[in-house]
C-alpha cells in the first residue's frame, strides 16, 4: 500500500519561506521520481515541481514557482523535499506530493499540508 504524508506546511507572512517534507512507502522510493503539487480552493491540482530518482536528480518546475521553490530528495530517509522561498498569497493552497516526473503515478493522494500565505 503507497502512502504518502505531506508535512511542514503553516501560515507565513508574503516574502517568507517554509520547507515541506514527504515521507513516502510502500514501493520502492529511490527508484521514482517524486513531484509536488498544489490545490487552492476551487482550483485544479497544479503540478509544480519534479525530481529523478537518485542522486543529484534532474528537475523541473511550473512557471509559477521557478526560481522561488526547489525540490530536493533524501533516499536514504524515503522523503522529498520542498523548500519555498518568496513565497505570495497565491502560493495559498493544500500542497501534496506523488511520485512521477510529468504526472501522479498513483490515484492515492496523502492528507496534503495546508500552506497559509497572508499578513
Known amino acids: 500500500q503507497v502512502h504518502l504524508v505531506e508535512s511542514g506546511g503553516g501560515l507565513v507572512q508574503p516574502g517568507g519561506s517554509l520547507r515541506l517534507s514527504c515521507a513516502a512507502s510502500?514501493?520502492?522510493?529511490?527508484?521514482?521520481?517524486m513531484s509536488w503539487y498544489r490545490q487552492a480552493p476551487g482550483k485544479e491540482r497544479e503540478l509544480l515541481a519534479a525530481?529523478?530518482?537518485?542522486?543529484?536528480?534532474?528537475?523541473n518546475y511550473a512557471a509559477s514557482v521557478k526560481g522561488r521553490f526547489a525540490i530536493s530528495r533524501d533516499n536514504a530517509k524515503n522523503t522529498v523535499y520542498l523548500q519555498m522561498n518568496s513565497l505570495k498569497p497565491e502560493d495559498a493552497a493544500v500542497y501534496y506530493c506523488?511520485?512521477?516526473?510529468?504526472?501522479?503515478?498513483?490515484?492515492?493522494w496523502g492528507q496534503g499540508t495546508q500552506v497559509t500565505v497572508s499578513s
Open positions: 506523488n511520485a512521477g516526473y510529468v504526472r501522479p503515478l498513483y490515484g492515492y
Open positions: 510502500g514501493f520502492t522510493f529511490s527508484s521514482y521520481a
Open positions: 525530481i529523478t530518482s537518485g542522486a543529484g536528480g534532474n528537475t
